[in-house]
């Protein structure tokens, strides 16, 4: 028992967060062909918006979130059309060195606005669990933030697999010159790209905060997990990101489980390494990743 | 201006050319890495870290709270710095050097936030987040302005040194071939050329002058603490001077070092003027004025101040 509540649990919910962070940046690094080291700022200023909108408002954060994923998109594009579009054909490794200085921006100017202290969506009232089965105790912002992911991942299935545009963003990340020859609007599609991620990145920032609190660094924490992610499940591959992000918060959380002995198979500390041990691993052994994206 | 006055300014401006000579030294690393033979090294403050860790284990006097009380002298601790960098360097060539650029950076932001997370956590050797305390100053015996300058000129013999080597190895057939594997990486192996082996050691001499700049520090500021290698003023401040003095080019690596330590220092100096309040916010937007900065160079003078110097061949040059 103790093993699900503080161990499967929680990586179930870091799992589902992890999971809609990596499937923005698989979708922009499949169509826009760069590893976007700016995607957990964009978690983060989403995180931001909702904590004033929620302020200002005083409605639960998941009811302005749909509100602050506009918002956010409207920066990502904005973003993309400033810094991003001017290096559209020039090589990539120029892009990563322009959205590593992006990070650093967006980051300074949420230091700027709302200052470097840690925020709270609860207003400091301490959730109590749901006690079910005699010991299984869960906690109803884990429900919410579970449920919302797969209701998010849903809609992203039913964009991706059904509309004109999702088909033209999967046309696009499988092969850029053959959808512009078919007459795909690649800006188009790129701009369905940013506003997609940016939307998810948000939510999965408001997840973060609601899991635990708002603080300026949670975006770069998000950055490692979330690439190990989208490279666990395949470049380009939304569903081989859900998947992959499971797997790293599961991992995340599991490692620090007392496997053999008494002591934790991994300490705590070093949480932050799974991650990263992970997507060495997998790109040593299979770069495409477990659902045959792309490799560049 | 009375002498007091033009006394701290003269020492105010040692400490301007020390950092900024130790600054150099990690522009002149990440331009063999970038600027030479295009790879992306996110993880620089974990290698300096590691340079200034070690140096400093080396150098101490016994203490209780962390590894050490070795007392080697400082050229020691320099050169210790310098091996062990190497070493870690090659091992996370041999990891990561085979990934595309993409992947070679996220790998190296892992890297550097995993030295962190060791240096951090390892408190037996490293005394966690007190770090370690009484690194030695080489000319520390000298009397209070000479031991400064002493160490200043110490630093800049190194830039020296290595700026003549470094160019000298740009204009020999090696460097030749990192440009070429930098290029066009089919090419260079279609000619028989171990692109790996030699991404490798661009990657381990990148590495080691950023090692010795990490020992550098925790010898000037004789305190080393995970504090002092946070992720942003070192990895990122020597990507923008890279880039603004000019990738490529060793000079230019030199000049973007100097250049953006003076206009970092001076607008220190001009916020913590300001109220608290507003030094807090006005040292973001110090943040968010240098990335600007980096996004204008990148767009219009992609070549920084001076740009890359590109040569056909040495010989044919009469």
């Not at chain 1, 188009?188 to 940016?198: D, E």
């Not at chain 2, 030695?136 to 009397?143: C, H, I, M």
């Not at chain 2, 950023?210 to 946070?230: R, S, V």
Request: glycine fraction near 12%; aromatic fraction near 12%; charge should be positive.
């Amino acid at each position: 028992m103790e093993f699900i509540n503080f161990y499967l649990l929680p990586g179930i919910v870091l799992g589902s967060i992890y999971a809609l962070g990596a499937i923005g940046v698989s979708l922009v690094f499949g169509i826009l062909r760069f590893a976007n080291f700016a995607h957990g700022e964009l978690m983060l200023i989403g995180a931001y918006i909702t904590y004033s909108l929620f302020q200002f408002t005083g409605l639960h954060p998941l009811a302005v979130l749909p509100l602050a994923m506009v918002l956010t998109s409207f920066i990502a594009l904005g973003i993309d059309h400033t810094f991003y579009k001017p290096f559209r054909n020039s090589k990539t490794t120029i892009v990563i060195v322009a959205s590593f200085g992006i990070a650093l921006m967006a980051r300074s100017a949420v230091q700027i606005i709302w200052g470097v202290d840690t925020f709270s969506y609860s207003s400091g009232r301490i959730e109590m669990p749901i006690v079910l089965f005699g010991g299984l105790r869960i906690f109803m912002k884990h429900v919410w933030i579970v449920s919302c992911s797969i209701g998010l991942m849903l809609c992203i299935h039913t964009i991706l697999s059904y509309t004109r545009i999702g088909k033209a963003m999967r046309a696009m990340s499988d092969s850029a010159e053959l959808a512009r020859l078919t007459g795909i609007e690649t800006e188009k599609v790129v701009r369905a790209t940013w506003i997609l991620g940016a939307s998810l990145a948000a939510a999965a920032g408001v997840f973060l905060g609601l899991d635990s609190h708002l603080h300026s660094m949670m975006g770069f924490y998000m950055l490692l997990p979330m690439f190990a992610a989208a490279i666990l499940g395949g470049i380009g591959q939304p569903y081989g990101a859900m998947v992959g992000g499971l797997v790293v918060g599961l991992a995340e959380e599991l490692s620090s489980y007392p496997w053999l002995g008494d002591s934790p198979l991994l300490p705590p500390a070093y949480k932050a390494g799974v991650a990263f041990a992970l997507m060495v691993l997998m790109l040593l052994w299979r770069p495409s990743g477990l659902f045959r994206g792309r490799v560049f | 201006m009375d002498a007091a006055q033009a006394y701290g300014y003269m020492l105010y401006l040692v400490s301007l050319i020390t950092i900024g000579g130790i600054y150099a030294l990690m522009c002149l690393g990440l331009n063999i890495q970038w600027g030479f033979t295009g790879l992306f090294n996110a993880g620089i403050a974990g290698f300096f870290a590691i340079g200034a860790y070690v140096s400093a284990i080396l150098t101490t006097d016994g203490s209780p709270f962390h590894l050490g009380g070795f007392g080697l002298p400082v050229a020691f601790g320099l050169v210790g710095a310098m091996v062990v960098t190497a070493v870690v360097a090659w091992l996370v060539g041999l990891l990561c050097i085979r990934l595309r650029s993409d992947y070679l950076a996220i790998a190296t932001i892992g890297i550097g936030e995993i030295f962190r997370l060791i240096l951090k956590n390892e408190i037996w050797a490293t005394n966690g987040a007190r770090g370690i305390a009484k690194i030695p100053l080489p000319f520390e015996t000298l009397a209070e302005p000479w031991n400064k300058i002493g160490f200043m000129l110490l630093v800049l013999a190194i830039v020296v040194a290595f700026y003549f080597l470094i160019e000298r190895a740009r204009l020999a057939p090696w460097g030749r071939l990192m440009t070429a594997i930098r290029e066009n990486e089919h090419a260079a192996r279609a000619a028989g050329k171990n692109v790996e082996r030699f991404r490798v050691e661009a990657f381990i001499c990148g590495s080691v002058l950023m090692g010795l700049a990490g020992g550098l520090t925790a010898h000037y500021i004789k305190f080393i603490g995970p504090g002092a290698t946070e992720p942003l003023t070192t990895t990122f401040l020597v990507w923008v001077m890279l880039i603004v003095g000019g990738s490529g080019n060793n000079r230019g690596a030199i000049l973007g070092a100097f250049m953006m330590w003076t206009i970092w220092s001076f607008s220190e100096v001009l916020t913590s003027r300001l109220p608290e309040e507003l030094a807090i916010k006005a040292a973001y937007f110090r943040i968010f004025l240098i990335g600007l900065l980096l996004q204008v160079v990148l767009q219009r003078y992609a070549g920084g101040i001076l740009p890359e110097r590109r040569l056909v061949s040495v010989t044919n040059k009469k």
